[in-house]
């Protein structure tokens, strides 16, 4: 690639724990159980939480639609920080001191978790100990510098201020320098994680969809023809696929983009690094090792960069949001080629903090993770926690922080600014098609079509024949948008995923794009 090139087309279209890493594979549930906790959702979350519940002598089925982390868990930048994603500033004005300070804590608590499980099993995952670094966005006032300092060290955490962050190909200015933060490869973890839940007895089912899900007395998860009765459900499907409402309103779904680039050995100082706009970058490292062979090589730094979010099917620019994050990257540190494009959903609850703990609608015995908000590798290890001591009868300081039915009062606006977002996407029903004929559409590729009263979702495969569907999402009727970025049909209301001939991949929605009709 041109060193002056700003268009990372060549580049492949994952990410790169799936170029590195493979997961154990598993077959799928062929038959009736019964088990003290059913998970569903394979992710950190709830690998994770089948994990720290089997160490806790309760008996567990772990099942997941697709294979074992890959979903969110896949695509995510893998950083590990306790420096929170909408910043102390905000946190604190949502949640109090108090609420600013449990979540330092809680965060940092999911570090060491990460940490010590990595030793205690064993497990070679990369993981290391770095600094963070928060600087200026170009344009942002030094104050917001100072602000943060300030509300950093009201939730107890340990932070410096600097003239610069220890980079050499750019002046950062003032920045914020958090200690004991970390990295890791997220697979290599996740498969000796999954391994340990074997050990323990654990019972895990890939290709297996969770058809519904049932409280009471004994939970029932159907599963086709078969079910799981267990005490207890956790659905850690990154966004709950059990009910309609009770959640779905206070979080929103958005898309974040990254790039892998290479970057000379040793040329870019090994830490977290995060600017001050509002959809931030975010910057790490990750070493590839000479037997790694990413693209053919290995033996070299891979520079991870991301930002350029927005909400979710609200925008079909995926190649100039890589090129711009690439174009930002090479004016600030030495790549010599993008070897990697991809990108990934987060929910964003509206008060900056994930919902975990017992479902709104089913209190008794069904537990939910969600809302991520960017960070979803240390609120999906604090889920697995959490939960474990919820379901084991313990008090946690952490549950009214966390809990589901909180209200946001205090993001009263923040609410209101995003269900008048969700709003006006219902007014895609009265729009014309994006194309008016099929060929039209590239091959590989996907758009909307009218056909009288109705939305077709309309897939072209590689070969170009086309695909039909309804575009109309199952949840609750939003019509959805292609991505050309992870060649998926994306619901802009609530963050339902499908593939390209509308599988559904992520939730709310629990079933399919049914076919298109006529």
Request: charged share 25%; with cysteine.
């Amino acid at each position: 690639m041109d060193a002056k090139s700003t268009k990372p087309h060549s580049a492949q279209k994952t990410s790169v724990w799936d170029a590195t890493a493979k997961m154990p594979k598993c077959r799928p549930l062929d038959q009736d159980m019964q088990t003290d906790v059913c998970v569903v959702g394979a992710g950190i979350s709830g690998l994770t939480t089948a994990y720290l519940l089997g160490k806790s002598g309760k008996s567990v089925v772990l099942i997941d639609d697709g294979e074992l982390a890959s979903g969110q868990t896949m695509v995510t930048s893998a950083h590990l920080s306790n420096v929170l994603d909408d910043r102390f500033v905000q946190i604190e004005r949502w949640h109090g001191e108090d609420g600013s300070r449990l979540a330092a804590e809680s965060h940092a608590a999911a570090i060491d978790r990460i940490e010590t499980t990595a030793n205690e099993l064993d497990i070679d995952c990369d993981f290391a100990r770095i600094d963070g670094y928060l600087f200026l966005a170009p344009g942002d006032k030094p104050q917001t510098i100072d602000d943060e300092y300030e509300a950093a060290r009201r939730a107890g955490m340990s932070v410096d201020k600097l003239a610069k962050a220890p980079l050499n190909k750019f002046e950062s200015g003032p920045c914020l320098r958090f200690p004991d933060q970390a990295r890791f490869h997220p697979l290599k973890y996740l498969a000796g994680v999954a391994d340990a839940v074997k050990q323990q007895g654990g019972k895990i089912f890939t290709k297996t969809h969770a058809d519904g899900i049932e409280g009471g007395p004994t939970a029932k998860v159907k599963v086709g023809s078969h079910s799981i009765s267990a005490s207890a459900v956790v659905v850690a499907t990154n966004a709950p696929i059990n009910d309609m409402f009770a959640i779905h309103t206070k979080q929103a779904p958005y898309m974040t983009y990254v790039i892998g680039a290479k970057v000379p050995r040793g040329s870019v100082t090994d830490a977290l690094y995060w600017d001050t706009e509002e959809f931030y970058h975010y910057i790490r490292l990750q070493h590839v090792s000479p037997d790694a062979h990413v693209n053919g090589e290995g033996g070299f730094d891979l520079l991870i960069v991301g930002g350029e979010d927005h909400k979710s099917g609200q925008a079909d620019d995926t190649e100039q949001r890589h090129g711009r994050l690439e174009a930002w990257a090479r004016s600030r540190f030495p790549i010599e080629e993008v070897v990697f494009t991809w990108g990934g959903q987060y929910m964003e609850p509206i008060d900056g903090l994930a919902f975990i703990g017992r479902n709104p609608l089913d209190k008794d015995n069904i537990y939910v993770v969600t809302g991520d908000s960017g960070m979803g590798l240390t609120h999906g290890t604090i889920a697995g926690m959490l939960l474990t001591d919820l379901i084991n009868g313990r008090e946690n300081r952490w549950e009214k922080l966390y809990e589901p039915s909180r209200k946001p009062v205090k993001a009263a606006g923040r609410f209101v600014k995003e269900q008048a977002n969700v709003a006006k996407q219902y007014t895609k029903w009265l729009t014309p098609g994006q194309v008016s004929s099929t060929s039209e559409i590239q091959p590989g590729s996907g758009a909307v079509m009218r056909r009288g009263m109705s939305k077709v979702a309309v897939y072209r495969d590689p070969r170009g024949k086309p695909h039909e569907m309804s575009a109309v999402c199952p949840h609750l009727g939003c019509i959805v948008r292609w991505n050309n970025a992870e060649t998926t049909w994306d619901c802009p209301c609530h963050g339902s995923r499908f593939d390209p001939h509308g599988k559904v991949l992520n939730g709310p929605s629990n079933v399919d794009l049914p076919p298109a009709e006529g």
